[in-house]
């Protein structure tokens, strides 16, 4: 059993209904270990603030309750980490969605395999969602799609939108998080200090009482949370895409007014080209990747990386340029060859050493495997 002292970090908006339940299952679950509770609350008018104060006395537990005059889960989050003491700190819900009873199954799978991070997973073998609709499935798995695709440094999670997690305090210490949108475990992950990290498998429950307070505004605000801490790395692969397209037609066109025959001024312009995405890429898009090998090593691999976008680019050129028109082929091929190029560049050009993936040996958490980063 952990001797640490943990924080519970719980935020919470008009949830009356669900605290006493809550701290009467948290001080069953948590015998025998030393914990605080920190509440985070953003003067809900229920009167959450003031139940939770009562009932803390009541039941004899350590923690304190904070009330804030503005809203916003993640900084709400952040707040309960300020506040609290422990060496590793959990986050989880008021509604009873998140079960206490995972809590003191973080805290040992997080001691027993020495992890940074432990988030309690709908989606390893183990884990689900007990009453959600196929709507709210969809979108969550939508979202998880685009965030995995934008983010690379969450490839290896399965439930990266977790809001029910276990961290050591060194994993934020000391840095600057930027409480937007509801996902703050999405900022952790990026910008915290952590080597490993795994998933443990949990039930998502139906909500008790009262009612979800995520909204349509939070769904645009999770977009412009992704996009950020994907430091906007598609917009500036599409941008340097762009300029590639006009050198490469320039290039194509320039060269057959000299009487270069198409099938020889085609692959010129595409290596132009490339040549020219490479190294904007290398300059801008993918700037602080540029540590991980020499930038000829990245030169070569690009050429392979876009080998298949290039050919489908030239193909495209040959079949075409007598029927529709010799820029409307190019074009034409360079959009095809464009969709695989993205994908393929940040995953194997400049960013494959991002974290590695360890499997688990241990057959009860067989689904669960740890990434891991170096520091
Ligand atoms: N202080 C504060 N301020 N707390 C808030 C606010 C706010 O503005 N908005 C929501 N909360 C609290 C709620 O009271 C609850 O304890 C918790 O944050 C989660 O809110 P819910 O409204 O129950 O969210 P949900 O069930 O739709 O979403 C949950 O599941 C998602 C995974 O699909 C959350 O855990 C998300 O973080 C999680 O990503
Ligand atoms: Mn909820």
Not at 36 to 46: H, L
Not at 302 to 324: D, E, F, R, S
Request: hydrophobic share 45%; charged share 25%; net charge positive.
């Amino acid at each position: 059993m952990s001797d640490h002292l943990i924080s519970i970090v719980i935020a919470t908006y008009n949830e009356a209904s669900n605290i006493p339940e809550l701290f009467r299952r948290i001080k069953e679950a948590l015998k025998g270990y030393r914990y605080e509770i920190i509440i985070v609350d953003d003067s809900s008018p229920d009167g959450t603030a003031e139940i939770a104060r009562r009932k803390m006395i009541e039941y004899g537990m350590d923690g304190r309750v904070i009330i804030r005059s503005e809203r916003g889960l993640s900084s709400a989050i952040l707040r309960g980490f300020r506040e609290s003491r422990g060496d590793i700190i959990v986050v989880m819900d008021a509604d009873l969605q998140h079960p206490p009873e995972v809590i003191p199954r973080l805290i040992e799978y997080m001691e027993s395999r020495d992890l940074d991070i432990v988030i309690a997973s709908r989606y390893i073998r183990g884990g689900g969602i007990e009453s959600w609709s196929l709507y709210r499935r969809a979108i969550s798995k939508l979202a998880s799609f685009i965030a995995r695709v934008l983010i690379p440094q969450i490839r290896g999670i399965k439930d990266p939108m977790s809001g029910f997690f276990a961290l050591r305090r060194s994993v934020v210490d000391g840095i600057e998080m930027r409480p937007r949108g509801f996902k703050i475990l999405l900022e952790i992950i990026v910008r915290g200090r952590w080597r490993r990290i795994s998933e443990y498998p949990y039930v998502f429950g139906s909500r008790k009482q009262g009612r979800s307070k995520l909204r349509l505004r939070d769904m645009s605000s999770f977009i412009l949370q992704v996009l950020d801490l994907s430091e906007y790395r598609l917009l500036k692969f599409m941008i340097t895409g762009a300029t590639g397209v006009a050198v490469n037609n320039i290039a194509l066109y320039l060269l057959v007014s000299f009487g270069v025959p198409v099938y020889i001024a085609s692959p010129i312009a595409i290596e132009i080209a490339t040549i020219n995405n490479f190294t904007i890429n290398n300059l801008w898009t993918f700037t602080r990747f540029r540590r991980y090998g020499k930038w000829y090593s990245r030169l070569a691999k690009y050429h392979v990386a876009v080998g298949l976008g290039n050919a489908i680019n030239y193909i495209t050129v040959l079949l075409l340029n007598q029927y529709i028109g010799l820029i409307e082929s190019n074009l034409l091929g360079i959009f095809l060859g464009f969709i695989a190029n993205y994908l393929v560049s940040s995953e194997f050009v400049w960013e494959i050493k991002w974290a590695s993936i360890e499997k688990s040996k241990d057959k009860k958490y067989l689904s669960a495997s740890v990434v891991c980063r170096s520091l």
